[in-house]
C-alpha cells in the first residue's frame, strides 16, 4: 500500500508542481543543509539492509550508505534509513524522498534511459538463483519445468525467470509477490516448489527459513545482476560523489589502507596512498567535498574488502565468497579507476 | 407570463453555469497533465503510452485469455489484470450477498441461538482489519490443503492440493452448439408453460402440475440432443506429474483466499444493511401478512422483503463499491489482480507511474460508476409505484 501511496504521490506531484524533484539547488546542498543523508536501503535482506532489534541498521548496502554520510559530515551515523521494497524504490528516489538508492538494484539499459535515475558504480556483482526443498530431490534448474516458483514482483528476476524457462522450453508456473518477505513466506509453506532471487539474496534469506539444512540453492546462475548504488539524473556532482565513494573503498583495499592502519598511512610515502588520504592534491574539494573524505571513509567504514567481509563474507552468517567481486588484481572484477 | 420568463432565466443561468464549471474542471485537466508531461520531460522520465504494445515478459499465475510472458503485450498484462479483478469481484459480490442476506434476516429471528450467533459474526468480522483477516485466510486455505503429493483426489477426476483445485475443464466438440440450442429452447418453452399456468390459476383457480414436463423440456430434450449428436463433449481431467497437476481447470488458492475474505467480511456489513432494511419496515405490515394467513417464510419473501429493498439498495451498492476497491489487497497474497499486474509488475517494469495509476485509477472509477448505475436501474424496478 505504501507503494502505492508513493506513486500517486509522485502523480499528484508531476501534475501540480511547477518543478520536478531536481530542484533548483543540488542533493550535496540539499543534504548539507539538511544535516543528514537519506539513504533508501531494503529492511528486510539480510547482510545487506536489515535494521536490527535496537533499530541500528546494519549491512553491506547500508554501510554504502555511511561511507557517504562520513564522507560529507565525518559522522557515519548521519544517516537516515527509509526501507523500500523492490516496487517503491524507483518512485521514492524519482520523488525525491530519498537522496541515494542502496538497495541491491540491478543496473539496466531500460532502468537507466526511462526512469530519470542514473546508476553509479557496480559495488557488487550478482546473479540469479533458485532455491529449493533439498527433499524434492533436483540437482539443476533445468529439472524445474512444470514448477511452481515464488518470485518477486517489480524485479529482474520476475522477468529472467520468465526467460530462462522459455529460453529452455521449460512450462513455469510462477506466484508473484509484492514483497521478498510475502514469496518467501509463501515458498516455507509449501506453496511453491522454488523460489528465486539474486544468488546474494538467497544466502540472506536461507538463514531466515526454520530450518535452513531443508534447503539447498541450485548451482545456475541465469543471469547478470550488476547491483548498483542509484542517483536522480542529472545531478553530475552527486553522481560523482557516490560512484567514487565506491571507487576509493575499493583503491583502499587495493593499497592495503584498512580502518585499522589509515591514521598511519597518513604518513605514507607512497604517492597514491597520500592522494586517495587528501595529503597531496585537492581531489576532494574537486568533488565538493573536503581534501581528506576519502580519509573519513575508510576511518569510519573500512575499504571495500572490510565492508564485504564483515556484512556478507567470512565475519558474517552469510559466508559469502568473494568470486567476482574480489579485486582485479586478484581474479576479480572490482577495480577502481586511479585518484588523480 | 413574467414567472415564465423569470423561471426560463433561472434555468439558463444554471445551464450556463453548468457550462462554466465543466469547462473549469476540462481545463484543470488538461492543465495537469500538461503540466506533468513537462515535469517528466525536465526528469527525464519517460511519459506517454508508447509502452502498451512492448512485449510484458513476466508470467501472470491466472489468466482467463491468453497470454504468454514472450509475446503478449503490456497492454494485454492489463486486460488480463482487469478481468481477474472482475472475476474476484463478481464472485465475491455474490456471496457477500447471499452470506449477507442470510445473516441480516438471521439476525433477526426469534430463535435465541441463531440470532446470536449472527450478531457474533457481525460484531467478530466488521471489527477485524480486513487485511489480516485476508493473510488470515490464505494462510488458512493454503495450511489446511494438503501438499502435492498428499494431494486429494476427489470424485469425477478433481484434484485438490496447496497448489489450487484442478477440476475436468469441458472441451466442447463443435455440434456442442446444437445441444445448447436445444437446451435454450428447452427453458424458453419451460417459461412460457409456467407462465400460461400461472394465468390459468389466476383465471379458472384449476392448478396444472408444471414439473414434469418442465423437467421433460430442461432435461430431457438436451439429453437426447446430446446424445444424437455424438456426445460432443469431453473432458481433459488433471494428471498429476512432477511438481504439479497438469490440465484441468485450475483455480488457485489465492483466488479462493481473497474471494472468502472479501465475501466474509463485506458480508458483516450487507448483514447489518439488510436489518436495517427489514426493521425499517413498520411491523404492521407483518402483522397483516399474518392476519391474511400468510406463513412467516411468505410474510418475509412476498410482503417485507419487497418494501425493505427499498432502504437496502442504496447502502447496499456503497457496500458492493467496497468490496471491489478492497479486492486491491490482492497484492498482499499474489493473486494477480488489475493492482497487482498493472500498478505492480507493469508500472514497476516501465517505470511510468503517473500514466499507470491514472488508467487505474480510471479504471476503478468505471467499475465503481458502472455498479451504481445498475444498481440505481434495480431500485426503480423495486421501487414502489406511488398511487
Ligand atoms: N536485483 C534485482 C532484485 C532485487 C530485490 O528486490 N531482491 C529481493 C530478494 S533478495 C529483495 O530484496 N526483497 C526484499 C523485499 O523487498 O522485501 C532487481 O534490482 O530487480
Keep these: 500500500m505504501r507503494r502505492l501511496a508513493t506513486a500517486v504521490a509522485l502523480a499528484m506531484a508531476l501534475a501540480l508542481g511547477t518543478q520536478a524533484a531536481a530542484a533548483t539547488d543540488t542533493t550535496l546542498a540539499a543534504v548539507k543543509q539538511r544535516g543528514e543523508l537519506i539513504c533508501g536501503a531494503n529492511g528486510t535482506l539480510a547482510g545487506f539492509g536489515m535494521p536490527d532489534p535496537q533499530g541500528n541498521w546494519t549491512g553491506f548496502d547500508v554501510d554504502f550508505c555511511r561511507a557517504i554520510a562520513a564522507a560529507i559530515f565525518n559522522d557515519p551515523q548521519k544517516v537516515k534509513f527509509v526501507p523500500l521494497t523492490a516496487k517503491d524504490r524507483f ?6 524522498e530519498i537522496d541515494v538508492l542502496s538497495r541491491n538494484t540491478t543496473w539496466t539499459l531500460s532502468r537507466d534511459t526511462s526512469l530519470g535515475l542514473d546508476f553509479a558504480a557496480i559495488t557488487y556483482f550478482d546473479g540469479q538463483g533458485f532455491m529449493v526443498r533439498k527433499a524434492l530431490k533436483v540437482s539443476s534448474a533445468l529439472e524445474l519445468s512444470d514448477a511452481s516458483v515464488c518470485v518477486q514482483q517489480g524485479t529482474t528476476s520476475e522477468l529472467n525467470l520468465a526467460d530462462y524457462f522459455r529460453s529452455n522450453r521449460m512450462s513455469l508456473k510462477s506466484v508473484t509477490f509484492a514483497t521478498g518477505e510475502e514469496a518467501l513466506k509463501a515458498y516455507e509453506s509449501g506453496r511453491c516448489d522454488a523460489y528465486t532471487t539474486d544468488s546474494s539474496g538467497l544466502y540472506g534469506e536461507r538463514l531466515e527459513l526454520t530450518d535452513p539444512s531443508q534447503h539447498i540453492v541450485l548451482p545456475e546462475i541465469i543471469s547478470k545482476e550488476p547491483l548498483s548504488p542509484v542517483v536522480r539524473h542529472g545531478d553530475n556532482q552527486w553522481t560523482d560523489i557516490v560512484r567514487w565513494t565506491h571507487f576509493v573503498m575499493i583503491d583502499a583495499e587495493e593499497l592495503g589502507i584498512n580502518k585499522g592502519n589509515v591514521d598511519a598511512k597518513l604518513k605514507s610515502n607512497d604517492p597514491e596512498t597520500r592522494r586517495l588520504l587528501g595529503v597531496e592534491g585537492q581531489y576532494g574539494e574537486a568533488l565538493g567535498l573536503t581534501n581528506d573524505w576519502a580519509y573519513r571513509i575508510i576511518k569510519h567504514v573500512g575499504n571495500y574488502g572490510e565492508s564485504f567481509e564483515r556484512n556478507i563474507g567470512q565475519g558474517s552468517p552469510l559466508k559469502i565468497v568473494r568470486g567476482l567481486n574480489a579485486l582485479w588484481t586478484k581474479g576479480g572484477l572490482q577495480y577502481g579507476p586511479p585518484v588523480r | 407570463m413574467l414567472q415564465r420568463t423569470l423561471s426560463t432565466r433561472r434555468r439558463l443561468g444554471g445551464v450556463v453555469l453548468q457550462i462554466a464549471i465543466v469547462a473549469a474542471i476540462g481545463g484543470l485537466g488538461y492543465g495537469a497533465a500538461y503540466n506533468a508531461g513537462l515535469n517528466l520531460s525536465r526528469a527525464h522520465i519517460a511519459s506517454g503510452f508508447g509502452f502498451w504494445n512492448n512485449t510484458a515478459g513476466f508470467d501472470i499465475s491466472q489468466t482467463l485469455i491468453a497470454y504468454s510472458a514472450s509475446t ?37 429471528s426469534n430463535n435465541w441461538l441463531v440470532a446470536r450467533l449472527a450478531g457474533g459474526y457481525v460484531e ?72 400460461w399456468s400461472r394465468w390459468r390459476h389466476q383465471r379458472t383457480g384449476a392448478n396444472v402440475h408444471i414439473f414434469w414436463p418442465s423437467l421433460a423440456l430442461i432435461v430431457g430434450l438436451p439429453l437426447i440432443a446430446y446424445a444424437a449428436a455424438g456426445f460432443p463433449l469431453h473432458f481433459n481431467v488433471p494428471q498429476m506429474g512432477r511438481f504439479n497437476v497438469s490440465g484441468g481447470l485450475e483455480i488457485l488458492p489465492e483466488f479462493v483466499a481473497l474471494a472468502l475474505a472479501l465475501s466474509v467480511y463485506t458480508a ?21 401478512a399474518q392476519a391474511l394467513g400468510l406463513r412467516s417464510g411468505q410474510t418475509l419473501r412476498l410482503v417485507v422483503l419487497p418494501q425493505a429493498m427499498r432502504v437496502i439498495v442504496p447502502p447496499l451498492t456503497s457496500q458492493y463499491l467496497n468490496l471491489i476497491k478492497n479486492s486491491s489487497l490482492a497484492v498482499v497474497i499474489g493473486y494477480p489482480d488489475l493492482v497487482q499486474v498493472f500498478a505492480g509488475s507493469v508500472l514497476n517494469i516501465t517505470g511510468q507511474a503517473v500514466e499507470v495509476i491514472a488508467l487505474t485509477m480510471a479504471v476503478y472509477l468505471a467499475i465503481s460508476l458502472f455498479t451504481s448505475l445498475t444498481m440505481n436501474l434495480y431500485i426503480r424496478t423495486v421501487a414502489i409505484p406511488e398511487r
Excluded at chain 2, 503478449?72 to 455474490?94: D, E, K, M, Y
Excluded at chain 2, 413498520?282 to 402483522?287: A, C, I, L, P
Design chain 1, 91 to 96: 518512485t521514492a528516489l524519482q520523488s525525491g
Design chain 2, 72 to 108: 503478449s503485450s503490456f497492454g494485454r498484462a492489463f486486460w488480463v489484470g482487469l478481468l481477474n479483478t472482475l472475476l474476484v469481484g463478481a464472485v465475491g459480490i455474490v456471496f457477500a450477498t447471499i452470506l449477507g442476506f442470510v445473516v441480516g434476516i438471521a439476525r433477526l
Design chain 2, 124 to 195: 467478530l468480522v466488521r471489527n477485524v482489519p480486513l487485511l489480516l483477516q485476508l493473510l488470515f485466510w490464505y494462510n488458512a486455505v493454503l495450511k489446511s490443503l494438503p501438499l502435492l503429493h498428499g494431494s486429494m483426489a476427489l470424485p469425477g477426476g478433481a484434484i485438490l492440493n496447496n497448489r489450487g483445485l484442478f477440476l475436468p475443464r469441458p472441451v466442447f466438440a463443435a455440434n456442442f452448439s446444437a445441444v445448447v440450442v436445444v437446451l435454450v429452447g428447452g427453458i424458453i418453452c419451460a417459461i412460457g408453460l409456467t407462465v
Design chain 2, 268 to 288: 458483516a456489513f450487507i448483514a447489518e444493511v439488510v436489518r436495517a432494511g427489514v426493521l425499517a419496515v413498520s411491523h404492521g405490515q407483518t402483522e397483516a
